[in-house]
């Protein structure tokens, strides 16, 4: 009988999740129960993993509990190391969980929450899940090799160039926009820099003590950083009531952003122990914490959604960033729906770790599905606010002018309402002068997460601390993104130019390091200071490159994963990475062309060099630009913008087309269908010999 | 280095340990003893690095390469 219940609980738990997505997407009108949205996510995530994730593992892979993993076999005590599943899952989720689910979800909850909520659930179950676990399969049966070397292996040399030169540009345009995200949640906010700063020093302190005063004690020294943060929380709070002080750390955007690119660089040359590890630990840790504390804040609030299901913006004119709902909900969120860059670490350090095979549906799968949870978790942060609160905080100033009354009377005429007093009060409440234009979705989602947390513990008055407690957090994700990320391509900017100038490629001479790290903290740092300065809010022409090229790398994934399945002579199961595939490239595409061709000069980047061209002829400045040198450099860099959005896109097209064309070898008999994996090799020697 | 316990860890203490141990693989900490043991079992005679060798080792590659961290 047990078989028979666990039939009948799967089909209430596929019942409950498919009237929870029916509510969602049919009510009108009323606000809504996050309650709704948790149960549509978490019943679709549980059905997906019992049922999709098994099939590939069945009928895909074959995944065998009795094949010998990479760990196994080539453990070393360094990178192989057989690795309990809960711990590798811990690993992973920390590996793939960034800021990025944070701010997607955010901003598109400028559609409504109904786009995104639709995206996250359905995109990461058919998606981005499907891309983690493939890529994990196919490189746990590959002795943990990365994603680029599968691309040149299994599809070409051609899509394996393409594919690092992508991964290189996407570093670049990514680690710009976190950038910006940073720069514009501490912008004229001397409580967040204070405490942000603050965590610089702290992290060197835990690097000085875990090299020499208790070396290995890495717990202990996480513990003595988080008590520290706590300090560096309330040491904001007092700097930001001191007059002196606080006019001392209210800074501009441009200087925060030359302070960011000094960051970067530092913990590109700086030995590694002294900044970036122990900053890694404290922000695993304060992640998983926070990521907790969210869900269990949620779960015991259960706020209603202030946000229609789909507002008016979906028509392309709404002010946190350009373009109608198809395709910019699915270019905006991308982690949290599928995800590229996860393919890198799904082929890095995780296959590594795997003891058996059967656990990678619970790592490659679910650790993705975890991912998807916390971009549940924000969206409802931010659709818990009310949308002209959300409108107030994540337009850019050109559309709000500066005061709160322009903003009051901004957000009315888009069909909202919030008071001017109501907008003061916010702000005073959570300890900051003001939240208009604080774009980029991590002031929004803090104030969100205030709202959540002060209402489980500490009431209206402990706002403050909430809101200051999670910029901090975001921040202290966002920068352990940055810098680990501008060391990485500083590494990959050597490796290339070692070809066309020797000495360069030497990792730990000092000129090279020095050189090297300046190049690639100049490239990000030109779109982070474009953006701090671009009238429109940066956010709106950045995070768009981001989401494209986000999307272009999980494009690679599904080719390599697509191949992958089609030379083991499973062609007939291709569909499941071929679908994704399919909808990325739509998206990519459509999002491309639209940001390159379109018309509208808030779109694309060629009709707002256009536009400023025209001004100029006319012998005026365009709006933004005080000197005629400022407005030729806009248009300079709607060009760059222009020609990155193309570059993208063309690679997408090189990768297709490169890995169709091995498709068709192998489907139409012109090329043995031979798999590249690692020949079987049993875990007990009985096991293969005897039967 | 790691003082030895004078008597036989308690239930208790051998759960918090391993939980320790859990925590520090999660994450992604350098694993010293695991490597010094699978030295001392698989490659006896071989040099083992110190613990501060090892660490600086692991942690230089671990930031070296994309698929550390993640957006």
């Not at chain 1, 793939?96 to 689910?101: C, D, K, N």
């Not at chain 1, 007059?243 to 040359?269: C, I, K, Q, R």
């Not at chain 1, 997408?652 to 139409?668: Q, T």
Request: with cysteine.
């Amino acid at each position: 009988m047990p078989k028979l219940l666990r039939a009948l609980a799967w089909a209430a738990i596929s019942v409950l999740g498919a009237t929870a997505l029916a509510t969602l997407a049919l009510r009108r009108g009323e606000s809504i129960s996050a309650a709704w949205l948790l149960v549509a996510a978490i019943c679709t995530y549980l059905v997906a993993y019992r049922l999709y994730a098994r099939f590939i593992a069945a009928r895909i892979f074959a995944l065998d509990p009795n094949r010998r993993t990479p760990a196994e076999r080539l453990g070393d005590g360094r990178d192989f190391v057989p690795t309990n599943r809960w711990i590798v899952f811990g690993h992973h989720f920390a590996a793939i969980a960034g800021p990025g689910p944070l701010v997607g979800p955010t901003l598109a909850a400028q559609f409504g929450y109904l786009p995104g909520a639709l995206w996250i659930i359905i995109g990461v179950a058919l998606g981005g899940a499907v891309q983690d676990f493939v890529v994990l399969c196919a490189s746990v049966r590959r002795d943990g090799k990365t994603l680029g070397q599968m691309a040149k292996e299994e599809i070409g040399p051609v899509a394996g160039f393409t594919a690092l030169v992508a991964v290189l540009g996407i570093m670049i345009v990514l680690i710009a926009v976190l950038g910006l995200v940073v720069v514009n949640a501490l912008r004229s906010s001397p409580w967040g820099t204070v405490t942000i700063g603050l965590t610089v020093p702290i992290a060197m302190f835990m690097g000085v003590y875990l090299r020499w005063l208790r070396p290995g004690r890495v717990l202990e020294a996480s513990a003595i950083g988080v008590a520290l943060l706590v300090v560096a929380l309330y040491a904001g709070r007092w700097v930001a009531a001191d007059p002196v002080l606080a006019a001392m750390f209210t800074l501009g955007g441009t200087s925060l952003a030359w302070l960011v690119m000094v960051y970067g660089f530092a913990a590109s040359v700086l030995p590694v122990w002294l900044l970036l590890a122990p900053r890694d630990y404290l922000s695993a840790f304060v992640k998983i914490g926070v990521v907790v504390a969210l869900a269990v804040g949620i779960l015991v609030a259960l706020p209603p959604l202030q946000m229609p299901a789909l507002t008016r913006f979906t028509d392309g004119t709404g002010p946190v960033f350009a373009g109608k709902v198809f395709p910019f909900a699915f270019i905006t969120i991308a982690c949290g729906a599928i995800s590229g860059f996860h393919a890198l670490i799904a082929s890095g350090t995780t296959p590594k770790l795997l003891e058996r095979e059967t656990d990678a549906p619970l790592i490659g799968y679910g650790g993705m599905l975890m991912e998807s949870f916390v971009a549940i978790m924000a969206l409802i942060a931010a659709c818990a606010l009310t949308p002209g609160v959300f409108f107030a905080i994540n337009a850019p100033a050109s559309a709000l002018g500066g005061t709160v009354e322009s903003a009051a009377h901004a957000v009315a005429t888009w069909g909202f309402t919030v008071s001017p007093a109501e907008l003061q009060q916010l702000a005073r409440q959570v300890g900051e002068t003001s939240l208009l234009s604080r774009t980029g979705g991590a002031p929004s989602l803090a104030v969100g997460m205030a709202h959540i947390f002060a209402n489980v513990l500490g009431g209206s008055g402990a706002m403050a601390i909430w809101y200051h407690f999670a910029i901090m957090f975001e921040a202290l994700f966002i920068l352990t993104t940055l810098d680990a990320g501008t060391r990485v391509g500083r590494f990959m900017l050597q490796d290339l130019g070692r070809h066309v100038w020797e000495p360069f490629g030497r990792v730990s001479w000092y000129p090279a390091v020095l050189l090297s790290s300046a190049i690639f903290v100049a490239m990000w740092g030109h779109f982070l200071y474009q953006g701090v300065i671009d009238p429109l809010g940066g956010i709106n022409s950045l995070w768009p490159l981001f989401g494209i090229s986000n999307q272009l790398l999980a494009a690679v994934a599904l080719c390599v994963g697509t191949t992958v399945i089609v030379k083991m002579g499973k062609a007939r199961y291709a569909p499941v990475t071929l679908l994704p595939l399919a909808w990325l490239v739509v998206i990519t595409m459509s999002a491309g062309w639209a940001k390159l061709w379109s018309p509208d000069p808030r779109l694309g980047f060629l009709a707002h060099a256009r536009g400023i061209g025209a001004v100029l002829d006319t012998g005026a400045l365009p709006a933004g630009a005080s000197t005629m040198l400022a407005a030729r450099r806009m248009m300079f860099n709607d060009y760059l913008d222009a020609a990155v959005a193309a570059f993208f896109m063309l690679s997408v097209v090189v990768i297709v087309i490169a890995s169709a064309h091995e498709w068709m070898l192998v489907v139409g008999g012109r090329k043995p269908a031979v798999s590249t994996e690692v020949p079987f090799e049993p875990r007990t020697a009985t096991a293969g010999v005897g039967d | 280095m790691r003082s030895p316990r004078a008597h036989a860890p308690r239930a208790w203490q051998r759960r918090l340990d391993a939980a320790a141990a859990a925590l520090r693989r999660i994450i992604g900490a350098p694993d010293y003893e695991h490597y010094a043991a699978h030295m001392r079992a698989c490659h006896p005679g071989q040099q083992v690095l110190s613990r501060d060798e090892f660490a600086r080792q692991r942690l230089e590659d671990r930031y070296a390469r994309p698929g550390a961290r993640c957006c």
